[in-house]
């Protein structure tokens, strides 16, 4: 870079960094290690943290209008964010708002959902308790149908609010085409504002019950103790039935059943259980999720799905999709 070019350069970050603190905390060259659970990746320009809806809209709204580039994160769970980090700002919503009423739940989209799960259980309701075992947001869990021991973010969902192209709309649960860790959001550019859930009465204390159900489960099943981003691949859906007849391996009546084979299974059968690529290793416990041993790259984190995805093809025929969003 010239000195003249190199001085130019300087003036525009200094000049965005002075309007982008308009709308919140802002910083400069932040690492996304910082800031995602797999604890890698490298630095944002600039990094936003907005506390409250109407900043958050103003901000999204600048930003377009001056066509930066930018990108929303949650609480960073099911992210991948490539050494390089982000050229642009990363926003992060941090309004944490939520109002029980009754039945319905009205949550901000900075909103743990884990929160949410415990509020919705406090307030005598069920149908949500799951929520305790998914870290994140409750945009991020919008945006990715997240749900887990048999319940979706589209089980509760009855509408959300979204900026879109500069407008604030309300979308109705079919509007947002929910499907397997699947919804519209990740094929549009809305920003996810607030969600409108709708759970159901619970007898006595049994959305408590659930809650520590669902967390002795998750203990279980789930490496703790390990910086992740949870499932690395989506489970293969068992609607096409040519998958019945997979080659190399014999489908267990169960996962007939519930037609889905988990993805860690597969991975597992695939003698995968324990692979490492530098600092990232296929958690012994759980075929499904990539671990940060320390240090690990995100180019590790890649580099071992590729391989995953590999095996697991020539193995089986079968192609693993990522469930994780990449930040490249
Ligand atoms: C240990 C562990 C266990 C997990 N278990 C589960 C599980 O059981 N079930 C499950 O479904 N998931 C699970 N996950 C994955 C993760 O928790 C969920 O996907 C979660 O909902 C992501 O929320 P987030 O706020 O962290 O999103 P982020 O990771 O911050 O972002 C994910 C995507 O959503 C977008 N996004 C975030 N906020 C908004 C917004 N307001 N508007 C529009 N887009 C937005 C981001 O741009 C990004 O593309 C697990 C993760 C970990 C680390």
Not at 232 to 240: P, S
Not at 246 to 256: D, H, L, T
Request: hydrophobic share 40%; charged share 20%; with cysteine.
């Amino acid at each position: 870079m010239t000195d003249t070019a190199f001085e130019n350069y300087t003036t525009l970050m200094t000049e965005l960094y002075s309007k982008l603190k308009q709308f919140g905390h802002v910083k400069y060259n932040e690492p996304l290690s910082k800031h995602t659970s797999f604890k890698l990746g490298g630095p944002a320009d600039f990094f936003a943290i907005i506390d409250t809806k109407e900043s958050f809209i103003q901000a999204v709204r600048f930003l377009e209008e001056e066509g930066i580039d930018y990108m929303l994160l949650g609480q960073g769970t099911n992210v991948v964010a490539s050494d390089d980090g982000f050229r642009g700002v990363i926003i992060q919503m941090r309004d944490t708002a939520y109002h029980v009423d009754g039945v319905t739940i009205r949550a901000a989209a900075g909103c743990a959902t884990v929160e949410i799960a415990h509020a919705s259980a406090k307030a005598g309701l069920t149908g949500f308790a799951w929520g305790v075992g998914v870290p994140g947001t409750i945009g991020g869990a919008v945006r990715g149908n997240a749900g887990a021991m048999g319940g979706e973010m589209k089980d509760v969902v009855v509408s959300i609010e979204v900026l879109r192209d500069g407008g604030v709309m309300n979308l109705s649960n079919a509007a947002c085409v929910f499907g397997y860790r699947d919804s519209i959001f990740k094929r549009n550019h809305d920003c996810i504002l607030e969600a409108t859930l709708q759970l159901t009465p619970a007898a006595d204390a049994q959305g408590m019950k659930e809650v520590l159900n669902h967390l002795a489960y998750r203990n279980k099943t789930q490496p703790q103790g390990w910086s992740s981003s949870g499932c690395i691949f989506k489970n293969v859906l068992l609607d096409d039935p040519s998958l019945l007849s997979v080659k190399n391996i014999e489908i267990p009546v169960v996962f007939q059943e519930k037609k889905v084979i988990p993805a860690g299974w597969l991975v597992e059968q695939a003698g995968l259980k324990g692979a490492q690529i530098g600092g990232a290793k296929v958690s012994e416990k759980h075929g499904n999720f990539i671990v940060n041993t320390g240090g690990a790259s995100a180019t590790d984190v890649f580099s071992l799905i590729e391989m995953i995805q590999e095996t697991v093809y020539t193995q089986y025929g079968i192609t693993l999709e990522e469930e994780i969003q990449r930040i490249e």
